[in-house]
């Protein structure tokens, strides 16, 4: 996906930050599509390579809805069993709650 200083971030580096991550103690790695270009084919792209090294029991992702694929990035991380996702409601991040891809939010 993409960073605004460095631009495309390749698969294989995400894998190694995430991979060093769990080697120090880290539960879980939430992948960020932190500018919002992620698709769903750079998404699944991004899924494949990291669960060829990590349990996919580790994994959460945060998705951002910029150009309208926030719900299509989910679905993509449904697919490929990927059950906790970060998210916001109206505007305030950090809350704790899982986002349905059909758009109904559940609070813990």
Known sequence: MGCP????????A????????????????SLGDTIGVGTPG???DLLVAVKKSLPVDLLALHCHD?????LANIL??????IRV?????????K???LV??????SFN
């Not at 200083?5 to 294989?12: D, R």
């Open 5 to 12: 200083y460095e631009g495309f971030i390749s698969p294989s």
């Open 14 to 29: 995400v894998v190694k930050v995430a991979e060093k991550l769990v080697e120090l103690g880290c539960y879980e790695i």
């Open 42 to 44: 750079t998404i699944g």
């Open 66 to 70: 910029t150009y309208g694929q926030g």
């Open 76 to 81: 993509r991380g449904l697919e490929h069993d």
């Open 85 to 93: 996702f970060d998210s916001s409601t109206a505007g305030l991040g």
């Open 95 to 97: 809350l704790a709650c």
């Open 100 to 105: 349905w891809f059909f758009g109904c939010y």
